[in-house]
């Protein structure tokens, strides 16, 4: 009897044991799965900081430059960013440098406003960085890239031996390539066709891609827009759609741009932060900028922009928008050549070619080179000029006032790099010039072009014509 309840009792043990083992097991393929769940979580809701620095340069004062650099990164400083990314042209290669030493200075001068913060950053090498003095797309003249890579050895910069390179931060991976392999090339104003990433960083960014395709997201900063060649970007773009490539980010233009998404890759282009910008609106370029990108897990959660001096919200540009500012933009470039003044006697009077035309000063490149109406209007000296006049189709009227014009009137060709005219229309603006000052040297006159988008838009220009 003892026998037999000895046995009971052991097989009860054992699958008390069993069971034990069984929930066990259960209980910790349960914990298992919620710190699995729980770094998905984790992952997917992970929020990174990123504040981003426009161009100082090219810019008429470089210490003015770096002083606007100087407090757009104290501003995102305030955010607590993770890493700060510069998207180009932190130093000036020709303008004011005569020597090694002139450029090694600003160098300084602008990693240490970098630095300064302890937070980590990345530059893309933009073209004031490393063109040479004498333009020559393709220039073989290489001595100031190699300044460049100089400054980047002697002081503290995320660059090491080669203009393109990558870096991680909390589980992101950032990518920064070298726009300028091919010296004085530009993706809009320069040799657009050789404006390109070459073969061994295309290679090289293949392998780097390969090797962080497990990172929470990737963020790629170059300087120039190389996409607007999309012939030439193209190639990147199928190798960066592979992956897990949340933004790319690029400067140059000086405004701000969103170029949209494309296959999940959103297209950014950076304003300035310190180099010079075009007389607009602030919400088309016309101020200085400093940026705050919010990643949450592998998405954009904010991407906000801001005025320097006023810390105010800006509207990230969209991209048809400033290519109808660029666009305008040309067409004004263009009235520089209406004009000729010259003296005879005590008079100012017009040259046409090599003959004289009279003493009306007329704006014949006036015209709308866009597909939405425009308001222009002139401003001028009324000690030097006088009865002003709009010549609209075959009547005139006064030209003190704004005038409207229809999308494409005037315009031969129109497009964001440039802008003409088939044939030679009369000027739209004119004006009696009746100043006899002799010791006038030029007339300035000042255009400003409206229009309404997604907001009220304008451009300002300043038109000066030199008296021979």
């Given at each position: 009897m003892s026998y037999i309840t000895s046995s009971c009792t052991n097989n009860q043990t054992s699958q008390v044991c069993e069971m034990c083992k069984y929930y066990s097991t259960i209980v910790?393929?349960?914990?298992?799965?919620?710190?699995?769940?729980?770094?998905?979580?984790?992952?997917?809701?992970?929020?990174?900081?990123?504040?981003?620095?426009?161009?100082?340069?090219?810019?008429?004062?470089?210490?003015?430059?770096?002083?606007?650099?100087?407090?757009?990164?104290?501003?995102?400083?305030?955010?607590?960013p993770d890493i700060l990314l510069h998207v180009g042209d932190i130093v000036e290669s020709i303008r004011?440098?005569?020597?090694?030493?002139?450029?090694?200075?600003?160098?300084?001068?602008?990693?240490?406003?970098?630095?300064?913060t302890q937070i980590p950053w990345l530059l893309a090498v933009g073209d004031h960085d490393v063109n040479p003095p004498n333009y020559q797309a393709c220039s073989s003249d290489r001595s100031r890239?190699?300044?460049?890579?100089?400054?980047?050895?002697?002081?503290?910069?995320?660059?090491?031996?080669?203009?393109?390179?990558?870096?991680?931060?909390?589980?992101?991976h950032f990518i920064s390539l070298y726009s300028l392999e091919n010296l004085h090339t530009d993706p809009r104003w320069g040799s657009i066709f050789l404006n390109k990433i070459?073969?061994?960083?295309?290679?090289?960014?293949?392998?780097?891609?390969?090797?962080?395709?497990?990172?929470?997201?990737?963020?790629?900063?170059?300087?120039?827009?190389?996409?607007?060649?999309?012939?030439?970007?193209?190639?990147?773009?199928?190798?960066?759609?592979?992956y897990n490539v949340i933004a790319v980010i690029a400067g140059h233009y000086h405004y701000d741009q969103d170029d949209g998404i494309i296959d999940n890759i959103h297209y950014i282009v950076m304003g300035s932060s310190g180099g010079i910008v075009k007389d607009t609106d602030a919400h088309s370029g016309g101020v200085q900028e400093y940026a705050i990108l919010k990643l949450k897990g592998s998405k954009i959660d904010n991407l906000n922009l801001f005025e320097v001096k006023s810390d105010s919200v800006l509207e990230w540009t969209p991209r048809k928008s400033m290519d109808r500012i660029q666009a305008i933009s040309c067409m004004l470039d263009n009235l520089l050549q209406d004009v000729h003044l010259a003296r005879k006697g005590d008079s100012i009077v017009v040259l046409n070619g090599s003959s004289l035309d009279g003493n009306y000063l007329a704006l014949a490149s006036l015209a709308n080179p866009i597909d939405i109406p425009i308001e222009i209007e002139i401003l001028f000296p009324d000690t030097i000029l006088t009865n002003p006049v709009w010549n609209i189709s075959d009547s005139t009227m006064i030209g003190y006032g704004p005038v409207k014009l229809s999308p494409g009137e005037r315009i031969g060709w129109a497009n964001y790099s440039?802008?003409?005219?088939?044939y030679q229309f009369p000027g739209l603006w004119k004006a009696e010039i009746i100043s006899d000052d002799k010791n006038l040297k030029y007339i300035t006159l000042t255009v400003i072009v409206k229009f309404y988008d997604t907001k009220h838009r304008f451009i300002n220009r300043s038109i000066t014509y030199a008296i021979n």
């Open positions: 910790k393929n349960i914990i298992r799965l919620l710190f699995i769940l729980f770094g998905f979580y984790s992952c997917a809701h992970q929020q990174l900081t990123i504040g981003i620095v426009g161009d100082q340069f090219g810019s008429f004062d470089t210490e003015k430059s770096y002083e606007i650099m100087q407090e757009s990164v104290n501003k995102l400083v305030n955010y607590n004011g440098i005569g020597s090694f030493k002139d450029y090694e200075s600003n160098f300084i001068t602008a990693t240490k406003i970098m630095n300064s890239e190699t300044w460049f890579m100089a400054c980047c050895e002697l002081y503290d910069t995320p660059i090491s031996d080669k203009p393109y390179y990558s870096k991680d931060v909390k589980g992101y070459n073969t061994e960083q295309i290679s090289w960014l293949r392998d780097d891609l390969k090797n962080n395709k497990h990172s929470k997201g990737i963020i790629v900063l170059v300087h120039q827009p190389n996409w607007y060649v999309w012939s030439n970007w193209m190639k990147i773009h199928e190798i960066l759609r592979g440039n802008v003409g005219q088939w």
